[in-house]
């Protein structure tokens, strides 16, 4: 049974659009971004900042 804590705040993947295909996993409170999550953060396959999406 799900806890109350992992419904509102579920575990996202993060996956970099520069194609490397590296992913982030994080958590995310629904409450407060209901909509998909983007991100700018570091890929070290690229070596570059690139904008990460969350992925479902």
Known sequence: MATK???V???VKL???GGSGYVY???K???NDPDRLVLQKYD???RQHVEFREER
């Open 15 to 17: 996956r970099s659009t």
């Open 44 to 46: 070290p396959v690229l």
């Open 5 to 7: 804590a992992s419904q």
């Open 29 to 31: 409170n629904r409450r």
């Open 9 to 11: 705040r579920p575990v």
């Open 25 to 27: 996993v994080t958590r």
